[in-house]
């Protein structure tokens, strides 16, 4: 059973005096440690025995002496300190309680108690020394049978060690003989392992002179599965939509980033999964001179997807405008004429890729001055953002 050693004065004073006397007397303790997450106030170790002291000022305490014992027992049982010695200060301890104390293996000193073993300390080290410990239960024939032990279990740990030591070297040798014999049974596997791997690493290099590599920069790197990217050739990046400074949208397994520059004209990356990547992969593999025109279907099967939403989504709104014009007029009043790629690319130039009122750069519109769609002279046109836009159409200035 453990033993904890529990002392008076104030707080850390008493805890000074409880270090003090077992440093005096030859002892190395330990000031607040941390053990299985309990934090005591001094801890000591004397020939393989722990022991544990607390310190407390007892005359405030809330806690009555019985139920300190009972929570220190209970603590040792974690702790598993083998002495326990409580110093209890302001409280005057019962036979009572000495008994409960004793019959948990703990032990109590009192203030007096303290005192006198600093007194006599100083002059009769050796002697206070065996005192305490006499006090503590820690005799000499207990630390003897206690040090044989120790030296019991080292030689034994010794021989489990040397035994170990050679049923690992064993094992080695063994394993090194089995590893040797599969070296050679597979040296031609292993040859052809290697020959593909040296190809696959062209095939990759392959990809990255022509803008494929994995993904490794920005915020949207590894998310959803995108871990490679294409950065599109210049000649290319014109097809895919340019109408905004930062463009991102999702088709199946791509992710489309597109970034508009009117001093460095259009630059597009295309993420892509690992699924998509193997394909590029494999035609590097195996027949590396068609990756430029392979690169191009990718992207022009892309540009499809966008012009097919965009013819879509401009169906739907002139349906809603015809409608709208034959409610509200009789009759639809004017036909919309689709602008083509370069009259936008040249109304666009033309203004500065900014709102002519503010001088906005995002969100920008082509705006018939005489509201005509079917008039796309370009005198007629006029750059103006989302907002400006609506103001104009609402006759609000």
């Not at 063994?174 to 791997?197: D, M, Q, S």
């Not at 405008?321 to 602008?339: D, F, M, P, V, W």
């Amino acid at each position: 059973m453990g033993w904890f050693l529990m002392v008076s004065r104030k707080g850390t004073l008493l805890e000074k005096e409880v270090l003090r006397l077992f440093k005096l007397v030859g002892f190395e303790p330990e000031h607040s440690k941390k053990i299985e997450g309990y934090e005591v106030d001094v801890f000591l170790e004397y020939k393989g025995f722990k022991i544990i002291v607390e310190c407390k000022q007892y005359e405030k305490s809330s806690l009555s002496v019985r139920n300190l014992i009972h929570q220190w027992e209970s603590k040792n049982k974690i702790l598993k300190a083998d002495r326990v010695l409580l110093v209890l200060v302001g409280s005057e301890i019962t036979h009572k309680e000495r008994s409960l104390a004793e019959n948990y293996g703990i032990k109590i000193w009192n203030e007096e108690k303290l005192d006198t073993f600093l007194d006599k300390a100083i002059e009769h080290k050796d002697k206070i020394r065996a005192e305490i410990l006499e006090d503590l239960g820690i005799r000499s024939e207990e630390v003897k049978a206690r040090e044989e032990e120790r030296e019991k279990e080292r030689k034994k740990e010794l021989k489990r060690s040397d035994r170990e030591y050679e049923e690992r070297r064993l094992e080695s040798q063994k394993l090194a003989i089995e590893k040797e014999k599969i070296r050679k049974e597979t040296k031609k596997e292993r040859e052809e392992e290697k020959e593909k791997k040296r190809k696959i690493e062209e095939a990759e290099e392959l990809l990255e002179e022509h803008g494929i590599k994995r993904y490794t920069n920005g915020s949207l790197a590894g998310i959803e599965g995108f871990t490679y990217q294409l950065e599109v050739p210049s000649e290319l990046a014109n097809r895919l939509p340019i109408n905004k400074k930062k463009f991102l949208h999702h088709i199946e397994d791509i992710l489309i980033l597109t970034a508009k520059n009117s001093y460095s004209g259009v630059h597009a990356s295309i993420l892509m999964s690992e699924k998509r990547y193997e394909l590029f992969l494999n035609v590097a593999l195996k027949n590396p001179k068609i990756i430029d025109d392979e690169i191009e279907n990718f992207v022009e099967k892309i540009a499809i997807v966008f012009e097919k939403e965009k013819i879509a989504e401009r169906e739907k709104k002139y349906a809603l405008k015809e409608k709208a014009e034959r409610e509200y007029y009789g009759a639809i009043k004017t036909k919309r004429q689709t602008l083509d790629f370069d009259t936008k690319e040249t109304i666009f130039s033309k203004f500065n890729y900014k709102c002519a009122i503010c001088n906005a750069t995002q969100g920008l519109h082509i705006h018939h001055k005489d509201e005509n769609p079917s008039n796309n002279q370009i005198d007629n046109l006029l750059v103006l953002c989302s907002v400006c836009h609506k103001k104009v159409h609402m006759k609000v200035r």
